[in-house]
Nanobody, 125 residues
Framework: QLQLVESGGGLVQPGGSLRLSCAASGFTLDSYAIGWFRQAPGKEREGVSCISRMGGTNYADSVKGRFTISRDNAKNTVLLQMNSLKPEDTAVYYC???????????????????WGQGTQVTVSS
């Protein structure tokens, strides 16, 4: 069974940091582009960041310079390091996977096949 599981969410004060993890079971992430998304209450889901098989990355303007996406293929995991968190970063964060050719780039508007269940991130004092 193919499954993605997010972890690492929680409550943090503004300016703080969290590191989210997206772990795969049943398949190896190195054959997939991986995206991180978030959805705040009453808002549509938005793409946060994406990493290609070759390690190319992109970010939403709202998180550039604060968030970093990376792969740990040995652990079959993709990480999202979130620094300088703001209250507007509060949302449920999801990771998603799409099997792609090795040289294809990654964009969060691609049609991802597999989704995790999400992890809550709350930024509040």
């Amino acid at each position: 069974q193919l499954q993605l599981v997010e972890s690492g969410g929680g409550l943090v004060q503004p300016g703080g940091s969290l590191r989210l993890s997206c772990a795969a079971s049943g398949f190896t992430l190195d054959s997939y582009a991986i995206g991180w998304f978030r959805q705040a209450p009453g808002k549509e889901r938005e793409g946060v960041s994406c990493i290609s098989r070759m390690g190319g990355t992109n970010y939403a303007d709202s998180v550039k310079g604060r968030f970093t996406i990376s792969r740990d293929n040995a652990k079959n995991t993709v990480l999202l390091q979130m620094n300088s968190l703001k209250p507007e970063d509060t949302a449920v964060y999801y990771c998603a996977a799409l099997r792609v050719p090795v040289f294809r780039g990654c964009r969060t508007d691609m049609r991802f096949d597999y989704w995790g269940q999400g992890t809550q991130v709350t930024v509040s004092s």
